[in-house]
């Protein structure tokens, strides 16, 4: 079965900027679409971006402008560049496809905070 499994977490102030990866085991990433999550404290788990196998993507409208999602088939990797980060972003960060039909990862913690 294919594990994920997300870092690059950490603390920032904001305005700062991260970028969290994603690598599987298996080789999803050049056949799935795929997508970064996030949970914060007590909400749901929600979208962040999404990126196709014809390499559009797309954003939810709280990180449009400032992150930017990419991924490199040929490492197995998924990436998430995160700029101007603001405390309203802190939460555990997921990768899975866009039908999250994998198991989840541990996931990465981003706490932005002064």
């Known amino acids: 079965q294919v594990q994920l499994v997300e870092s690059g977490g950490g603390l920032v102030q904001p305005g700062g900027s991260l970028r969290l990866s994603c690598t599987a085991s298996?080789?999803?990433?050049?056949?799935?679409?795929m997508a970064w999550y996030r949970q914060a404290p007590g909400k749901q788990r929600e979208l962040v971006a999404r990126?196709?196998?014809?390499?559009?993507?797309n954003y939810a409208d709280s990180v449009k402008g400032r992150f930017t999602i990419s991924r490199d088939s040929a490492k197995n990797t998924l990436y998430l560049q995160m700029n101007n980060l603001k405390p309203e972003d802190t939460a555990v960060y997921y990768c899975?496809?866009?039908?999250?039909?994998?198991?989840w990862g541990q996931g990465t913690q981003v706490t932005v905070s002064s």
């Open positions: 990126i196709f196998l014809g390499g559009s993507t």
């Open positions: 899975n496809t866009v039908d999250r039909y994998l198991v």
């Open positions: 298996g080789s999803v990433f050049s056949s799935n679409a």
